[in-house]
């Protein structure tokens, strides 16, 4: 443990956080917030923060004070510290120029015994004492709610235990699953034990390739501090939901290289596409050429091409067609009902 002046105790609550980040240039400073999974401990009158840095075997002290030329920290909010490192200062782990690497975390240093405690012998030596705090445990639940907002699905819930929700802050984890057994996953903060994600419908449907879906809310647990003799743990814990996205879209992109367009149709309806056409307005404009695989191509003139499906092009496939042409050129996608579901102008 570090040797920390007319400490008797030193508790590191959330452990040591390690990463490693570029600056934009040479001897530059870095700025890094880190937030933690829960508020950090209140400070008793004998107490103050450091933020200790663990660096080639040796423990660093940084503490609050600006004027430090190597870094120092402050706090921006109850969860959340700010970090400013200078480059190959004291406080950065790697020598190499542009990158500055820290391991280290957020401690509570005790300068004298609690009132009655029995302490421990900081003196002489100057040693660390740590204190092992108490932990009690506590079971949760997770709650799930969801609905379908124009193009947009919510997801939210609440974290709880047997007395009702949690006050606490926190994270979760949200996994959409398909029947095809892709997944897309999501992190969404907790606050004040409730939590709600708002995410894109057609993202999700084109992540899991399918219309059914499995819901999975996952909260990872956390230790909160709330005194340094005492941490509560609130316990991890899942819930499982399904839902069907039903939406009727069939999404286009067009990619202009140097000699061909490239167009993308995102099938994202209940409809089967079953051919596609080309027409040259105006009759001054040419289809020069069109490829797209599964497709049996048919050329009508030199205005004209239509493509008809091989196979079955059926939800959340794609279709890819590579054109050349020659002016303006319009497209229609028809579904193996022969009706119109999509048109559009390159």
């Known amino acids: ?52 840095k663990r660096i080639n075997g040796e423990w660093k002290i940084m503490n609050m004070d600006t004027s430090n030329q190597d870094g ?57 004492v740590v204190i092992q705090p108490t932990k009690t445990t506590v079971s949760t639940s997770v709650t799930v709610s969801k609905q379908i907002i124009g193009d947009e699905l919510v997801i939210s819930g609440i974290i709880a235990d047997d007395k009702g929700k949690l006050d606490i802050d926190a994270i979760v984890v949200i996994t959409f699953t398909g029947k095809t057994g892709l997944s897309k996953v999501y992190t969404v903060d907790v606050k004040s034990g409730e939590y709600s994600l708002r995410v894109n419908v057609v993202e999700v449907l084109k992540a899991v390739k399918s219309k059914d879906i499995s819901i999975r809310v996952d909260f990872q647990g956390i230790d909160k501090q709330v005194t340094p003799t005492r941490i509560v743990e609130y316990k991890g814990s899942d819930t499982h939901d399904t839902a069907i996205i039903t939406i009727d879209k069939l999404l286009d992109s067009v990619k202009k290289g140097k000699h061909a367009y490239m167009l993308a149709l995102d099938n994202l309806t209940e409809h089967n596409i079953a051919k596609i056409t080309f027409h040259a307005e105006d009759g001054k404009g040419k289809v020069l050429v069109v490829k797209a695989k599964d497709f049996d191509r048919k050329r009508i003139s030199m205005q004209e091409v239509e493509l008809t499906v091989k196979k079955i092009i059926s939800f959340t496939d794609v279709v890819k067609v590579a054109i050349v042409k020659d002016g303006k050129v319009t497209y229609k996608v028809y579904d193996d009902k022969g009706r119109l579901i999509k048109e559009g102008i390159l």
């Open 1 to 52: 443990m570090p040797q920390i002046p007319d400490a008797v105790a030193v508790n590191i609550p959330y452990g040591l956080l390690s990463f490693a980040a570029n600056t934009s240039n040479n001897d530059e400073w870095l700025t890094i917030d880190i937030q933690y999974p829960s508020p950090l401990p209140t400070l008793n009158a004998n107490q103050y923060y450091a933020y200790l």
């Open 72 to 128: 120092y920290f402050e706090l921006v909010n109850n969860t959340t510290i700010r970090l400013h490192i200078k480059d190959n200062g004291q406080f950065d782990a790697d020598d190499r120029a542009g990158i500055i690497a820290d391991p280290g975390g957020i401690a509570v240093v005790t300068t004298q015994p609690p009132a009655g405690g029995s302490g421990g012998g900081g003196g002489g030596g100057g040693g660390a």
